[in-house]
């Protein structure tokens, strides 16, 4: 985590935002208390994760935050002066410093609008750069947030949900922002899509040492992200602390479900090859249908001892190997500490009896890179890989997403093929090609297409295994029965 410079951008004092309803009598109406005596500040280089249930005020203290809603009494201070009413000079100043990431991309964007026009206006409106200039920042914006240089010609409808988002996230740059107030900026988006957003602002803040005010309804979601929670219930800040304090906390901030653990999702099981031979294409699939395990306390912390005991449970039981960090819905729920403990834990505990596969779920080929030799270090005998959630459709980026990883990591590579949301599955000539220049060992398949499962399993079950050493390395380690995930 970033560490805060220490003087606010933003502060709030006894900020209070008080409606009047339409119900009550004529002289004694029935006032509304959204935000009721908050303080409240951010400073650059931290997170701050606000939580509470609908309703209980924090779209409303967000809303303050930016400028866009008035308190009805309370200080709102920018570094340091009164803000509250703004000279022109001061709006100007307070626009650039402050951006905001909205809830739904696909309502925050000019559907009319090419995504060149989105991130360029920020800067026409600020009067900052020439054509040329703004031409550059803008690409400059495309590479920041993982999108591909050909982004700029289309219109939001023509891009995925986590693809808008991150449109959204690259117009909030553009100003050069001290802080970013964040409005449940992955609520809309799938579990499989959420994780690369997450892991991309979280990415920002410690390049840029943005401050970001992270607002969600899932306390786990905060927990990853933010330096220090809020709990807001009824208007009020009713708790403030590091995440683990706050993780736990159930008295007063509402339903049981906002802490509880994330509920596990199935298990992904190896196939064999029909043939007896070792072949490229030994298949991962997610189908099975008893649960994985989820490695925490009560308290939040990694539960290492359940863990080596689940390690030594399925050894026991005769399975042949492991899978470990497979699910793009769990992952962004720990974080990078907490991955590498889960891994090098159950490496520990499984020695070397059974090929250890990890997960290297993440949204650029040199972060897939860098996370996978770090779990290799850890002790994984082979890494399975995403596609690019910005090259989805794109073939030719996809291909030398993979090349690219294999020539990076000396470990067997299985593609994971993740089209449920995204419409969009590997294409079987690209895998099969893949696997016949040893590039990938084989597939992790979690579409629920039994049909295309079944075409890629005759497409490729004429390739040798004598094609390359990372094609034989990989037969090697591959499993020849159903492998639980740990």
Do not use: W
Request: with cysteine.
């Amino acid at each position: 985590m970033s560490v805060s410079t220490g003087k606010p951008v933003i502060e709030l004092k006894d900020v209070k935002v008080h409606h009047r309803a339409r119900t009550g009598g004529l002289f004694r109406p029935n006032i509304v208390k959204a935000v009721n005596g908050v303080d409240f500040s951010i400073s650059r280089g931290e997170t701050v994760g606000i939580v509470g249930e609908s309703g209980c005020g924090k779209s409303t203290l967000a809303s303050v935050l930016v400028g866009l809603q008035a308190p009805t009494s309370g200080q709102v201070l920018f570094h340091g002066k009164p803000a509250i009413k703004r000279n022109a000079r001061m709006r100007k100043e307070f626009g650039r410093a402050v951006s905001v990431v909205f809830q739904d991309p696909a309502t925050a964007l000019n559907p009319r609008m090419t995504i060149q026009d989105i991130l360029t206006d920020p800067l026409q409106v600020h009067g900052i750069g020439n054509a040329a200039s703004r031409s550059t920042k803008v690409k400059e914006l495309l590479a920041l947030v993982g999108l591909p240089q050909s982004a700029a010609e289309v219109t939001p409808s023509q891009v995925s949900g986590g693809q808008r988002q991150r449109v959204a996230i690259a117009r909030a740059l553009a100003l050069d922002p001290d802080i970013i107030v964040a409005d449940e900026p992955t609520s809309a988006l799938d579990v499989s899509v959420r994780a690369q957003v997450l892991n991309l602002l979280s990415d920002l803040k410690t390049q840029l040492n943005l401050g970001m005010v992270f607002i969600s309804h899932d306390i786990q979601t905060v927990r990853y992200v933010s330096d220090r929670i809020c709990v807001m219930y009824f208007g009020q800040i009713v708790e403030e602390g590091p995440p683990p304090r706050s993780s736990t906390t159930r008295a007063t901030t509402t339903p049981r479900s906002c802490s509880a653990p994330r509920p596990a999702c199935s298990t992904p099981k190896f196939f064999p090859s029909r043939s007896k031979q070792r072949r490229f294409l030994c298949l991962l699939s997610s189908r099975a249908s008893f649960p994985g395990h989820h490695p925490r306390h009560a308290d939040g912390r990694v539960d290492t001892a359940s863990l080596k005991n689940v390690t030594k449970h399925l050894l026991d039981g005769g399975v042949s190997g492991l899978f470990v960090l497979g699910s793009s819905g769990e992952v962004p729920y720990l974080t990078n500490e907490e991955r590498e403990l889960v891994v090098s834990t159950i490496a520990d505990a499984n020695a070397g009896a059974v090929p250890l596969i990890v997960g290297a779920n993440e949204q650029t080929t040199n972060r897939v890179i860098e996370e996978a030799r770090k779990v290799v270090d850890l002790g994984a005998d082979a890494i399975v890989v995403t596609s690019m959630y910005y090259a989805i459709g794109n073939a030719e980026e996809t291909e030398t997403h993979f090349r690219s990883i294999h020539a990076a990591v000396d470990k067997p590579i299985f593609a994971y093929d993740v089209p449920v949301r995204t419409h969009f599955k590997l294409p079987t000539d690209l895998l099969v090609r893949l696997g016949r220049d040893g590039v990938i060992a084989g597939v992790k398949d979690s579409s629920g297409d039994d049909v295309s499962f079944r075409q890629l399993l005759l497409a490729a079950k004429d390739i040798p295994t004598s094609t390359s050493s990372r094609a034989t390395k990989s037969s090697s380690t591959a499993p020849s029965s159903p492998a639980p995930k740990a």
